[in-house]
């Protein structure tokens, strides 16, 4: 049995782990992008001077000898289903499969706009992107980042980090509003300000202008404002990495945004399967995207894929949601249900610090006081606690009385949670006490179920 998978992403390099664990099967993962694995989201590091390339590889190089998983760097033109054929390098060779694994990942988006294919205008998705930021950041005087989301803060930390001007266009009146709420969006613009970037909200890309040579020159706004700059990065969102499979139909693998799975993660083709940001699940969970292209989603799809690869079928049912980021100094964690608009059956307490740089949100069920979420600004909260809660629909005052035993930071770090308390006790007229204060010996014992709120 020979399993091909395409993409040594997180979610292929998990799913070729565990089917090394489950079986003997004879195992190709493929990738033209690096020989082996590495951190995607250390990319950022790379070019800020914190890490090497090697330091990102979460395995030794002979992890993948010793495992017995073949690595073979090419790019895969065509996928023949019928005779399990993959067509390589110009379609002059080839490899057969019996199971084959989809893993690509994603694209950057882009949108039609005039001169976005010139020099000097990329995303930073890849390694080849950090390879061409470095390329085009020497003798720079300006860059222009395109979009509000998690990369474009990313690119505009890396530019900054080298003290090269950024300006940052957000399409949205402000940062990262269709997921941020208010408060916490508005805690990120003044931030951004305060690192000196040029944060432009409600401004969106019309044009890309070349020099003589083809490169990038300025970039022409919505309002008509010429920008001068030397490099635009495009970071307005990512789709699913499968335009050779979309434009070649007669591999009967069904696509809508995404490559469409079923519940085990396989596609319309028999023993043809699809992880990561490039599936679509054609039935998602209740509140959950048909794509999710989130680091920990491609995890746990990776390992959901290799049993049902090794005939031992599994659902995919992914964790209770979960996301992290960090924009410049402040980390960002969230848990459970908080969306940028509060629903009408949930209620809500909202603490922010008096620096403008911590925050603390606590989602509840209006009628049961069942909590619902977290949302977390410069402060670290266990994510195990704060599942274990949302979860075994924790009341939100047994929570809040308890709240310092899911905090993560230090000892010598401040602890807000008394604070929340009592902006609690204000909005509702009651008298909560927070009882127990950080106290990692107190979390492992609820979570060990030894110890009851």
């Known amino acids: 049995m020979h399993i091909v998978i395409i993409g040594n992403g ?7 782990r565990f089917i090394r664990q489950l079986s003997d099967y004879k195992i190709t993962l493929i990738s033209s992008e690096t020989d082996y694995f590495f951190s995607r989201t250390a990319l950022m590091y790379i070019y800020m001077g914190h890490m090497r390339y090697e330091d990102t590889k979460p395995y030794e190089d002979n992890f993948w000898i010793k495992n017995r998983i073949d690595l073979l760097r090419a790019y895969v033109e065509q996928i023949d289903t019928r005779n399990k054929t993959l067509y ?32 000097a205008v990329q995303g930073m998705y890849s390694y080849q992107d950090l390879e061409g930021m470095e390329r085009y950041s020497k003798g720079l005087k300006r860059a222009v980042i395109v979009g509000g989301g998690l990369i474009g803060i990313e690119m505009a930390e890396m530019f ?7 300006t940052f266009l957000v399409r949205e009146k402000s940062y990262w509003n269709n997921v941020l709420p208010p408060e916490e969006s508005e805690m990120i613009n003044r931030h951004i300000k305060e690192n000196h970037i040029d944060l432009r909200l409600g401004t969106e890309l019309k044009e890309i202008l070349p020099d003589k040579n083809g490169r990038a020159a300025a970039v022409i706004t919505n ?4 920008i001068e700059c030397q490099f635009v990065g495009l970071t307005a969102g990512v789709h ?13 693998i069904e696509c809508a945004r995404g490559i469409l799975v079923d519940n ?20 998602p969970h209740t509140g959950r995207r048909p794509i999710e292209a989130i680091w920990y989603t491609g995890r746990m799809m990776g390992e959901v894929a290799a049993y049902n690869v090794c005939d031992k079928p599994v659902e995919y049912k992914p964790r209770l949601w979960f996301n992290s980021a960090k924009f410049f100094e402040i980390e960002y964690q969230v848990y459970g249900y908080v969306s940028a608009t509060l629903p009408e059956h949930h209620e809500q307490i909202y603490w922010e610090a008096a620096d403008g740089r911590k925050g603390i949100r606590v989602i509840w069920e209006k009628e049961s006081g069942h909590i619902q979420g977290f949302n977390l600004m410069g402060i670290r909260y266990r994510q195990e606690v704060c599942e274990k809660w ?9 929570v809040l009385e308890q709240l310092g035993m899911a905090n993560f930071d230090p000892e010598f770090f401040k602890q807000y949670e008394a ?31 030894k110890m009851r709120l």
């Open 10 to 16: 997180i979610s292929g390099v998990t799913a070729a």
């Open 160 to 166: 900054h980090s080298r003290n090269i001007p950024v």
């Open 419 to 449: 604070k929340l308390v009592a902006a609690y006790n204000q909005k509702t007229g009651k008298q909560l006490q927070l009882k127990q204060k950080r106290n990692l010996g107190a979390a492992l014992r609820y979570l060990k179920g």
């Open 264 to 283: 085990h993660l396989q596609t319309s083709i028999e023993n043809v399967y699809a992880i990561g940001d490039c599936a679509q699940l054609r039935t």
């Open 223 to 226: 309002t008509g404002e010429k």
């Open 390 to 398: 949302i979860q075994d629909k924790v009341h939100v005052e047994t």
């Open 240 to 252: 699913p990495n499968i335009g050779f499979i979309k434009t070649d139909e007669a591999n009967g």
């Open 88 to 119: 390589l390098k110009d379609k002059q060779t080839t490899l057969h499969y019996d199971k084959l694994i989809i893993a690509t990942g994603s694209s950057p988006n882009k949108f039609g706009w005039p001169g976005q294919d010139l020099e």
